[in-house]
T-cell receptor, first 114, second 112 residues
């Protein structure tokens, strides 16, 4: 068990640029989740996958945000035309498929939009 | 949607027992209660989960009264390293996002 891995750990970009983050879940986990966390707030749920199927995406913050998990393994989260308000920690988690499975989180990608 | 309410912050001292209570008045029959711990610049980490009565593991205990409208996370003999934010989640993450919603959590500060 190597844990959930996220890359990069830090990303600095200019407003209007596109950014993509990668998440590698624990290998035997079928579910993968994306969260956003701003300073002083709890993690905010964005979307999740079961294998390659995106089961919940209504909470993605805008149409500038999209996520993929094409082969049911790693996932990417893309933000297009970044805005300063997108600056936050983006967290990925994975879990098994049973009910009430606990989430295992990565260390996150800290995004700063200048 | 079973929303939760926790104290924003708590203070205690090393060696003390700390109890953090979470209110969840609208908890549904199928909902479980899960607590996570988060240190700065890290993702949350699972602490404990329960459905009713009492659950204990090597880290904490979780007390849930019969009506399940609240729960209490108990940390025995805390140390400085227990300073962190603690989140209470309620839901069934078997489907939908309700069980995956974090509130603002409780910032626990342990002093020497």
């Amino acid at each position: 068990d190597t844990g959930v891995s996220q890359d990069p750990r830090h990303k600095i970009t200019k407003r209007g640029q596109n950014v993509t983050f990668r998440c590698d879940p624990i290998s035997e986990h079928n579910r993968l989740y994306w969260y956003r966390q701003t300073l002083g707030q709890g993690p905010e749920f964005l979307t999740y996958f079961q294998n390659e199927a995106q089961l919940e995406k209504s909470r993605l913050l805008s149409d500038r945000f999209s996520a993929e998990r094409p082969k049911g393994s790693f996932s990417t989260l893309e933000i297009q035309r970044t805005e300063q308000g997108d600056s936050a920690m983006y967290l990925c988690a994975s879990s098994g498929t049973g009910n009430n499975e606990k989430l295992f989180f990565g260390s996150g990608t800290q995004l700063s939009v200048l | 949607l079973a929303k939760t309410t926790q104290p924003i912050s708590m203070d205690s001292y090393e060696g003390q027992e700390v109890n953090i209570t979470c209110s969840h008045n609208n908890i549904a029959t199928n909902d479980y209660i899960t607590w996570y711990q988060q240190f700065p610049s890290q993702g949350p980490r699972f602490i404990i989960q329960g459905y009713k009565t009492k659950v204990t593991n090597e880290v904490a205990s979780l007390f849930i009264p019969a009506d399940r409208k609240s729960s209490t996370l108990s940390l025995p003999r805390v140390s400085l390293s227990d300073t962190a934010v603690y989140y209470c989640l309620v839901g069934d993450n078997g489907g939908g996002a309700d069980g995956l919603t974090f509130g603002k959590g409780t910032h626990l500060i342990i002093q020497p």
